[in-house]
């Protein structure tokens, strides 16, 4: 049977990028900082990616033109490619596609287009390309003379997982050898955040210490912090991997998606995409050993998502480790989900779990082991990724190490 292999891995998050990231994840390092404009009273924390990492001649990985957020992608895209070993002009010799996620239009480009038309009357003729959900896939496309099948998913802070979906279906299918797949996004900007604090997904509460302001679990966590990145990660079939001998971290084993039409059945919606993802692997809830949890940092949603690891799990939810990464990088919506499989790739590498920070205050609602505050060694064999979108869109992943059993 074929099966869909993780063999290269890019991360850009606030608190690190490549190698970097996994770091900075290990040693609970926060991304987090002070808004980089006034925001008159309203929310001053931020997840910023410093501009230096991917942009200039000191830059890691070095990316010119087009916008912020597709700089994002396409560098997450070349450090996935690299660690997977492919050179950008064999990528176009397979049988390959690429699935990129984003939340919504280019934000940062249409606030500024339209803040110069407002003063000048003037909009750049670029506007219209930079600011497309398309943007991003399209450009990766053009670099790597991808005439395979290029999509874009745009189902909020889901839509980067549901194109890691879309790519394993796609080599499952026997449709493609290998793809890449990923998100990202870059929505730091003033009606932006303060769209969010207005719809109560942000905190206008400010901190001292910026890397505290994301407490996921916590009992005093008030609202999420938004923040930006990318995620990109190669996937191809087993058979191809092991042709040209490439490294493999994981296997995707199955998946799920559902559905909630209103708050109220968001947990039923929770429990339907992971129950789904652990079926469609073959697995009992019992063979899990970690749940990389979307928890926000928002305490309806935390409390949501507890009250839903536990129906699917029953007793056995207080054996698991679960944890939230956006405790150290805020929530960058559809780069989030791809992040969270990153980091469970390296968690099973590594045979260690990142934590969730800023854990200090008992919340009774959530009283799993969210591995809090400090990271823990222990082997993760199997792991679910959970990831969740505004408008209801809910995904779950099931991720396993290189020769475990399959099934049950």
């Known amino acids: 049977m074929t099966e869909a292999v993780i063999t290269g891995l890019g991360p850009i998050a606030p608190n690190g ?36 990492w991917i942009e200039g001649d000191n830059s890691c990985v070095q990316v010119d033109g087009s916008a912020w957020r597709t700089k994002m992608i396409v560098a997450a895209t070349r450090l996935a490619l690299q660690d997977a070993g492919l050179c950008q002009t064999v990528f176009s010799s397979y049988r390959s596609g690429i699935r990129i996620g984003v939340s919504n239009i280019d934000m940062e480009v249409t606030e500024r287009e339209y803040e110069e038309f407002r003063a000048r009357g003037v909009v750049s003729p670029t506007a219209v390309v930079d600011a497309f959900p398309h943007a991003a896939a399209s450009e990766i496309a053009r670099e790597l003379s991808c005439s395979g099948s290029v999509f874009t998913f745009a189902s909020a802070c889901t839509s980067g997982l549901l194109s890691i979906i879309s790519a394993v279906d796609s080599i499952l299918r ?44 916590d009992a005093q966590r008030d609202c999420g912090v938004l923040s930006e990145g990318a995620g990109a990660i190669v996937l191809e079939s087993d058979e191809h991997a092991r042709r040209r001998g490439a490294k493999v971290y994981a296997r995707v084993a199955g998946w799920g998606v559902a559905n909630a039409t209103s708050p109220k059945f968001l947990k039923g919606a929770m429990v339907s995409a992971m129950e789904q993802a652990l079926d469609k692997a073959g697995l009992s809830p019992d063979i899990v050993d970690y749940v990389s949890t979307h928890a926000p940092g928002v305490q309806w949603t935390d409390r949501t998502e507890i009250q839903a690891i536990k129906e699917v799990f ?42 969730t920070t800023n854990y200090q205050h008992h919340d009774p609602h959530c009283d799993l082991d969210c591995v809090p505050n400090m990271g823990r060694v222990a082997r993760v064999n199997t792991a679910l990724v959970n990831s969740g979108g505004i408008g209801g869109c809910v995904a779950s992943l099931v991720v396993q190490k290189p020769g475990v059993s399959r099934g049950m």
Do not use: C
């Open 17 to 52: 990028i490549d190698k970097g990231f996994w770091e900075a994840l290990r040693t609970g390092q926060s991304g987090l900082r002070r808004i980089f404009f006034d925001n008159g009273g309203g929310s001053t924390i931020v997840g910023q990616v410093p501009r230096t």
């Open 174 to 217: 026997g449709e493609s050898d290998i793809e890449l797949a990923g998100g990202g996004d870059s929505s730091l900007t003033p009606f932006f955040v303060n769209s969010f604090i207005a719809a109560g997904y942000l905190s206008s509460r400010d901190y001292d210490n910026p890397a505290v302001a994301s407490r996921p679990f």
């Open 314 to 355: 029953g007793p056995q939810a207080y054996n698991l480790a679960i944890s939230s990464i956006k405790s150290m990088i805020g929530n960058p919506l559809a780069a989030a989900g791809p992040l969270q499989v990153i980091a469970v790739a390296q968690s099973m590498e590594h045979n260690y779990i990142p934590p």
